[in-house]
């Protein structure tokens, strides 16, 4: 079975700051999710990467996928702070979620 | 366009009661997904149902748990005898066979 692994799972930053989240995935996987979920809220629906080599960009954000690698990325670019949430990655069919990263950016 | 619709938001029970959460799918959508969320933690497939079919359970425990997706009306997800390990988030996500998936707000059941 799929298994999906985040880091970091916290992650403070300044506003204005570049970082990067990973995502690992141990198997073959046809597609590759990213969500953003707010405390106490639904999860939404950031992008979806199809095939390898494939690069998305929403905003602040840009999602890549290296199949060959099992490695995915979300990389915010001068993040602000309405940015902060818990981001989750996702695979396969069943969408198997990782743990997801909490991230805070800083005023 | 309604999204998907879950209901209860909340809902409380004691030790050994039954909850039953609904899920109404995006208007078109067959395909229904469940999931469970603990505090902190990431989802949790549960099950996966297309109109009237069980297509993959692999992740509802064996006892106590059940769901279904009739032809007319929402899906359910049924906790019989809950427990208070029972006490999560439940998020029910919908598509039409593709993607991205749609998900509800949620219910928060608690068990008492």
């Known amino acids: 079975e799929l298994k999906v692994e985040q880091n970091p799972l916290f992650l403070s930053m300044q506003e204005g700051k570049n970082y990067t989240i990973y995502c690992n995935y141990s198997?073959?996987?046809?597609?590759l999710y990213w969500y953003r979920q707010d405390p106490g809220k639904s999860l939404e629906s950031l992008f979806v990467l199809l095939s390898n080599g494939a690069v998305k960009q929403e905003g602040r954000l840009m999602a890549s996928l290296d199949t060959k690698a099992r490695l995915s990325t979300l990389h915010i670019t001068a993040a602000v702070h309405d940015l902060s949430a818990t981001y989750f990655c996702?695979?396969?069919?069943?969408?198997?979620f990782g743990k997801g990263t909490r991230l805070h950016i800083l005023p | 366009n309604a999204g998907v619709m879950q209901n209860p938001r909340h809902l409380v029970r004691r030790r050994g009661q039954e909850a039953r959460l609904r899920c109404s799918p995006v208007k078109g959508h067959s395909h229904v997904y469940w999931y469970r969320q603990l505090p902190e933690e990431g989802l949790k497939f549960m099950v996966y149902l297309q109109k009237e079919n069980i297509i993959d359970e692999s992740g509802m425990p064996k006892e106590r748990f059940s769901a279904e997706f009739p032809k007319e009306g929402p899906s359910i997800l049924r906790i019989q005898q809950v427990v208070r390990g029972d006490s999560a988030a439940y998020f029910c996500?919908?598509?039409?066979?593709?993607?991205?998936?749609?998900f509800g707000n949620g219910t928060r059941l608690t068990v008492t």
């Open positions: 996702a695979g396969d069919d069943k969408i198997i």
């Open positions: 996500a919908s598509s039409p066979g593709g993607i991205p998936l749609h």
């Open positions: 198997t073959t996987s046809d597609r």
